[in-house]
């Protein structure tokens, strides 16, 4: 079974943290892997700096420009881990644009995520029909799961179809902006977060954008599995680095 599967079966809710490959310094990565799950994290989102992301906010940005600046490609990243499996057990998605996977070449990509033990990929710009009618084969042939995300906005039939397509877990935003834009949730996205529950949909939910303390992890997984927080941890390890990851993990639950 998919280590991203095993940590859904759990009864608790998750909790998953994003940041940027080769950030803050381009050999970074694995310290930062290794110490968000020695923090007690549960997932651990990668994130493969591009030069033209669409939902990212500006601190995820500023971060992945300074990845890019220090060296970070998706050669270097699989280089970096080579060999994680070995000391890390929690799932691992690499969260990136679909231009450097074609670029690699998509099969090829797959295999090599295979390859390291990666779990899973979020590819935002990534249609689910086009992954439905040209890469589905690809992801499960290697045994990835492709994560897609809903926004308040997106049709019951799409969230649907992507369910039907899915067999892990839907990233549901928050909200429709970028990362990193809101603070708090009222009452929009809590009956936003009502109205996906009442769904019941085959495939649990984790909410993303917005979470960034204690009180908004609560109120994000009072319906969904678990709650994944981004630009909150990339501020943090920008201004304190790696020694503040354990304080700020501890922080939110």
């Known amino acids: 079974m998919n280590r991203i599967n095993q940590k859904l079966n759990e009864d608790k809710k998750l909790l ?29 989102e990668i994130g493969l700096p591009f030069s033209d992301p669409l939902a990212d906010g500006p601190i995820i940005q500023e971060s992945s420009t300074k990845a890019l600046k220090n060296g970070m490609i998706t050669k270097k990243l699989f280089e970096q881990l080579e060999g994680i499996r070995n000391t890390v057990s929690i799932p691992l998605i690499i969260m990136g644009y679909f231009n450097p996977m074609m670029q690699y070449g998509v099969e090829d990509f797959c295999a090599k995520c295979a390859e390291l033990g990666v779990d899973g990929l979020i590819i935002p710009d990534l249609p689910v029909a086009e992954y439905d009618a040209h890469y589905r084969t690809i992801f499960e042939k290697h045994g990835l799961i492709n994560v897609f995300l809903i926004t308040p906005q997106t049709s019951e039939y799409r969230i649907r179809f992507i369910d039907s397509v899915s067999n892990g877990f839907i990233y549901m935003v928050s909200s429709a902006s970028v990362t990193g834009s809101t603070s708090g949730f009222g009452n929009t996205q809590k009956d936003y977060f009502k109205r996906i529950e009442a769904m019941n949909l085959k495939n649990p939910q984790i909410v993303g954008f917005g979470i960034n303390n204690a009180e908004t992890f609560t109120q994000a997984t009072t319906t969904a599995k678990g709650a994944i927080i981004g630009s909150a941890f990339i501020k943090m390890i920008t201004k304190e680095g790696l020694g503040g990851v354990d304080r700020f993990v501890q922080s939110i639950r």
């Open 16 to 44: 998953s943290i994003y940041f940027t490959a080769g950030y803050p310094s381009l050999n970074d990565t694995v310290a930062v892997i290794k110490q968000l799950e020695d923090s007690g994290v549960d997932m651990i």
